[in-house]
């Protein structure tokens, strides 16, 4: 194994690397599954103590200039930039992802920050127009305490897209990084104190989810939680905040739909699927899931797919090819459920489907990217979010059919069609029930975009003049002469 980069491996509190109260875990190179160290763990302890720290350093980071909290968010984007390759390196050893999307995953997260920045000196109020002798105004105040609970598949951006916001807002955090992929977030903060954040005003704590989650939803001194990951988690997490009556912004589950039109440039729309399904294979929230083919260009949109899977490789996250390996055989069996299922009710697979034989992938969980035709909506992957390297092609007719097809989903994240009719672009825009559209294109994530779903796939937003607001609240002033 390539060696892996050096990162402390110990609990962020108040600006100081802890050992935690908990027996520490080993984290583990999936494309491998060799040992890569061992991690540090904390529990209720320690996430009430970066809570405290936090909320001690909370007042002197909200009265800080916005031009100086701006200064030390350009500094940490700046840092990430600097040390773009070191932090790509951590994350594929870990996480498992091809070096270049890694690099290209940290490189959004220093324009998060960058981004952030700006918007912490326009964080703008209003004057309302009030009778004589008054005056009416509104301006933003940062919420306190901030918990953020973040996933494995980015565990890069998934941190600064909700930390760089809630620091540009003059709020101070607390972080819980999955468990399978924490350096990523520990470099992060070796970072933080290297650009000279004060201590206590961001935290990181590692340790049994169960309870860490518990003790920042429960806790009353943290006044906001924000989450990306599953729907069910993030139910769990809505209830146990409502006891302190937080705001909460989630961003959950997805099952995008994927259509392509009849007037669809169809080249277009092959080399984009293809780019877009096997990015981090397939283990991203805004994933194509559901790919919908109108029956006149079914046929030749499927050969120029299958060609276009030519391109597609398997390697280790090392080997920069196109997939690495699933995070861990939980998720290879969840893939090989669907597609068992799926084929036993009369799908056929086109392309892949199968472990690579390889003797070099039999330690990690590799399965090949699959195209496979013929789905109905009595197979599991209709419905269920596959959250891997799988193509599911299904025919349609009329416009009307497919708009009731892709929307009979409970998730509402993000969603995918391939026109040239502006009229068609134009109203099915506007009929997709999703928090996010990509027309005839699939780059739909940018730092000055708001991102974030409808239905179970949750609410808030990140990014964007709107993802601020998720760590603010509005406060009335009404002044008499």
Request: hydrophobic fraction near 40%.
């Amino acid at each position: 194994m390539m060696k892996f980069p050096e990162v402390n491996n110990q609990l962020f509190i108040n600006g100081e690397w802890v050992d935690g109260s908990e027996d520490a875990v080993a984290v583990y190179n999936p494309s491998t599954g060799e040992k890569i160290a061992d991690i540090a763990q904390g529990g209720t302890k320690e996430t009430a103590e970066a809570i405290a720290y936090a909320e001690g350093a909370f007042a002197g980071w909200a009265a800080t200039d916005p031009k100086e909290r701006a200064r030390i968010l350009h500094k940490i984007g700046s840092l990430i930039e600097e040390n773009l390759d070191r932090l790509a390196l951590i994350m594929t050893l870990e996480q498992g992802k091809p070096l270049s999307q890694s690099k290209v995953e940290v490189q959004t997260s220093a324009d998060s920050f960058h981004w952030n920045a700006e918007e912490a000196r326009r964080l703008y109020g209003r004057a309302i127009p009030a009778p004589s002798e008054h005056h009416f105004l509104t301006v933003y105040q940062p919420l306190g305490v901030v918990g953020a609970i973040t996933p494995w598949n980015f565990p890069s951006n998934m941190i600064a897209r909700k930390i760089a916001p809630a620091l540009a807002a003059g709020c101070t955090v607390v972080i819980k990084p999955a468990s399978a992929t924490p350096f990523s977030a520990l470099a992060l903060a070796e970072l933080f104190v290297e650009a000279g954040l004060p201590k206590g005003v961001a935290n990181v704590v590692m340790g049994k989810s169960s309870d860490i989650g518990k003790e920042l939803t429960t806790n009353d001194t943290v006044k906001k939680i924000t989450f990306t990951g599953s729907t069910e988690v993030g139910q769990l997490l809505n209830e146990q905040s409502a006891s302190t009556l937080k705001k909460v912004s989630m961003e959950l589950g997805g099952h995008a739909p994927f259509i392509v039109f009849d007037d669809a440039d169809l080249d277009q729309a092959a080399t984009s699927l293809v780019t877009a399904k096997f990015r981090n294979n397939g283990q991203v929230c805004v994933s194509p899931n559901r790919i919908y083919v109108q029956k006149s260009v079914k046929k030749e949109f499927t050969e120029k797919l299958l060609e276009a899977m030519k391109t597609v490789e398997v390697g280790l996250g090392i080997e920069d090819k196109t997939v690495g390996p699933l995070i861990n055989e939980e998720a290879r069996e969840h893939v090989e459920a669907q597609l068992k299922d799926a084929t036993d009710k009369g799908a056929t697979i086109l392309h892949g489907g199968k472990r690579p034989e390889d003797e070099k992938f039999a330690n990690g969980p590799f399965i090949e990217p699959t195209v496979i035709d013929g789905i109905t909506k009595d197979m599991d992957i209709y419905y269920v979010e596959t959250f891997g390297p799988v193509i599911p092609l299904i025919e349609f007719e009329t416009d009307d059919e497919v708009a009731e097809a892709a929307n009979d989903s409970e998730f509402g994240l993000a969603s995918y069609f391939f026109s040239k009719n502006i009229a068609r672009i134009s109203r099915f825009s506007s009929a997709l029930e999703y928090g996010m559209v990509g027309v005839n294109t699939m780059a739909i994530s940018q730092a000055e975009t708001p991102f974030g779903g409808v239905k179970h796939s949750g609410f808030g937003r990140e990014n964007g003049t709107e993802g601020i607001h998720e760590y603010v609240y509005a406060k009335s002033v009404c002044i008499h002469d």
